[in-house]
């Protein structure tokens, strides 16, 4: 079983940069593939970002591309979102989920641990 934290969470104007943590538990970490979700109030859980479990591989959604950064350090046990330029439609609470298997899945049903979200606001 995977154990997941996100923190890094804040208020920011737009245009700001923030980064996001999600430190795991469990010496398996690294066998884990690992995404990053949005939910942004009275609106469903939406996929951010996915990266395999070398690293080697990232997806993202469209609405992010060329703006944020997932990456992880599989020694720390720990995957980050870095999430520059931001917009006030990247209001929303963002979860960390890990699942296991090859390729990339951008729904929810495919992610078997979650974290309990931190909070990232942005204002205009």
């Known amino acids: 079983q995977v154990q997941l934290v996100e923190s890094g969470g804040g208020l920011v104007q737009a245009g700001d940069s923030l980064r996001l943590s999600c430190a795991a538990s469990?010496?398996?970490?690294?066998?884990?593939?690992m995404g990053w979700f949005r939910q942004a109030p009275g609106k469903e859980r939406e996929f951010v970002a996915d990266i395999s479990w070398s690293g080697g591989s990232t997806y993202y959604a469209d609405s992010v591309k060329g703006r944020f950064t997932i990456s992880r350090d599989n020694a720390k046990n720990t995957v980050y979102l870095q999430m520059n330029s931001l917009k006030p439609e990247d209001t929303a609470v963002y979860y960390c989920?890990?699942?296991?298997?090859?390729?990339?899945?951008?729904?929810?049903?495919?992610?078997?641990?979650w974290g309990q979200g931190t909070q990232v606001t942005v204002s205009s």
């Open positions: 989920a890990a699942r296991r298997g090859i390729g990339v899945y951008t729904t929810t049903d495919k992610y078997d641990y």
């Open positions: 469990g010496r398996t970490f690294s066998s884990y593939a």
